[in-house]
């Protein structure tokens, strides 16, 4: 990541027509900080660049969202569910794996490589004997920057808003809504 110049920053400031006042208002910063930062004076902390940069690209409209790209429709299996009915939803829904949901609150997730391995015995047991650890969560208001570095390490997110899951985010989502 190219960390922008003083003059980058006052640059983009003026193409967008805001004031010293309102981006410093936008970023929850003071006016003068925003003066002394596009004067050069002062090299500020990343977070507070972070928060300026994010400011300025929500002014240009640039910054996507996890409420921009969710799949609100989320098919998920209970933890009480058996092996058969989480591997029969996962081949009608063409899903390699599934999110494990109860009461709207995600607890885990299976995939087919965890039930490749499983005997027939296993068929009947509930998802939750043999369920991994749920993929992550996040807010709606999340960046799409911070839901690819979560999906670089996780094959979904879900998107939770007071502990209730309200969509999911996978790799293919991401791309198919991007490209």
């Not at 010293?20 to 004067?39: C, K, N, Y």
């Not at 490589?113 to 047991?125: G, I, P």
Request: glycine share 4%; charged share 30%; proline share 4%.
């Amino acid at each position: 990541m190219e960390l922008p110049t003083p003059e980058d920053l006052r640059q983009r400031r003026t193409e967008l027509e805001l004031t010293q006042s309102t981006l410093a208002e936008r970023a929850d910063v003071s006016q003068p900080l925003i003066a002394r930062i596009e004067g050069g004076d002062v090299d500020p902390r990343l977070s507070t660049l972070r928060r300026i940069v994010n400011a300025l690209d929500e002014a240009a409209g640039d910054i996507i969202r996890a409420d921009d790209l969710m799949n609100e429709s989320v098919v998920s299996v209970s933890p009480d569910d058996s092996v058969s009915e989480a591997a029969a939803l996962m081949e009608s829904e063409a899903y390699s794996q599934l999110a494990v949901i109860k009461d709207g609150i995600p607890v885990g997730s299976i995939s087919q490589s965890d039930l490749v391995h499983l005997d027939a015995d296993a068929r009947d047991q509930p998802v939750s004997e043999h369920m991994a650890e749920s993929f992550p969560t996040v807010s709606k208001d999340a960046t799409v920057d911070e839901i690819s570095n979560l999906l670089d390490h996780y094959k979904a997110v879900m998107i939770t808003e007071a502990g209730e899951t309200v969509g999911i985010l996978t790799e293919a989502d991401l791309a198919a809504r991007l490209s």
